[in-house]
């Protein structure tokens, strides 16, 4: 009987990394060890595959603060597309947020609900006790004292969506809840400038960045509205200066905002601040990083919501996507 062939061969894998293969007289699916290998596999297999590859565990997330019972007190116009929303409750007090640009999340009861039913945290996402998911949307709260028991949200009414709906039929006297608050921004009184820009939906956290920044911090404010009509009063200094842009009506939500953010010199040591829809804000990001080489320690971007998207993604899952809006 013919002796089988044991000499060594090399053999480049999918990812070039050359494996020495040493044919074994057993065959076929005997596992083959050699450190020139990059995985334990049994012969006649697809390099790189792992027959014996353990199911990956899901992540889980980090348990938010649970939700905190409050009574709509007040609602009242700030533009056609902007409406301020007051909320009250002893649950609130200790609810503290003190850093400008935080976050909370509120949970919109659905039409006709007869009791506020408060969801729990299951390890990766709220849900209600019959397991299905409640809406819950990202705003940025007015700043809170330790000892109040009410806090304020400006809510994006932009047509369409549940937060939309929400605040066109809520009353005073309507319960519901927020948990957090989620962490805000630390203004850096040591840069040599600041660029703050975002659509309607970021104009509460500019209005707070605005009125934490130093009087004497050159700033400039990027602001793009959907028209004229919702552009509001935003506290700044005589250092700053402040651009109001509208994207055409055939051009993607943040064109306008994203154009005037990468046509802005910036200064190296300069700190930037970014917030809106999800993809114009990539695309200052791609910009910023990538072709401008601007550091991504002095800056912050975040995507508040996603044109076409109706649920919101919660923070824990990468963003603030919603934040604001309907």
């Known amino acids: 009987m013919p002796k089988p062939d044991c000499s060594s061969r090399s053999v480049a894998g999918p ?18 060890r050699h450190p020139g290998a990059r995985l334990d596999r049994p012969m006649g297999h697809a390099v790189g595959i792992d027959t014996d590859a353990t199911p990956v565990p899901q992540r889980i997330r980090r348990s938010p603060p649970p939700f905190r019972r409050a009574t709509v007190t007040a609602v009242a116009p700030i533009t056609p597309r902007l409406s301020r929303v007051t909320l009250t409750g002893a649950d609130l007090a200790g609810l503290v947020v003190t850093e400008p640009g935080a976050s909370i999340r509120l949970l919109l009861p659905p039409t006709g ?52 709906e929400w605040v066109d039929r809520v009353q005073i006297g309507d319960d519901t809840a927020v948990s957090g608050p989620g962490r805000g921004y630390t203004v850096d009184p040591t840069a040599s400038e600041y660029l703050i820009a975002g659509d309607e939906s970021a104009i509460p956290a500019i209005r ?51 154009d005037a953010v990468i046509a802005t010199p910036l200064d190296p040591d300069a700190r930037v601040w970014v917030a809106g829809e999800a993809a114009a804000v990539q695309r200052v990001r791609r910009f910023l990083f990538t072709e401008r080489e601007f550091p991504r320690t002095r800056t912050t971007i975040r995507g508040y919501w996603k044109d076409g998207r109706a649920e919101s993604a919660s923070p824990e899952a990468g963003g603030d996507v919603e934040r604001g809006l309907g």
């Open 113 to 164: 609900a007869d009791e506020l039913v408060i969801p729990t945290w299951r390890g990766n996402e709220f849900l209600l006790p019959d397991d299905s998911k409640p809406a819950i949307r990202t705003f940025t709260p007015s700043l809170v004292a330790p000892d109040a028991t009410s806090l304020v949200l400006d809510v994006v009414r932009h047509g369409r969506g549940v937060a939309s």
């Open 208 to 258: 707070q960045l605005l009125a934490a920044l130093p009087t004497t911090m050159p700033t400039h404010v990027i602001v793009e509205t959907t028209d004229e009509s919702a552009r509001v009063t935003l506290p700044r200094s005589s250092a700053a200066s402040l651009d109001w842009v509208s994207s055409t009506a055939d051009a993607p939500p943040g064109t306008a905002l994203a």
């Open 15 to 32: 990812d070039q990394t050359t494996l020495t293969r040493r044919p074994r007289p057993d065959g076929p699916g005997q596992t083959v």
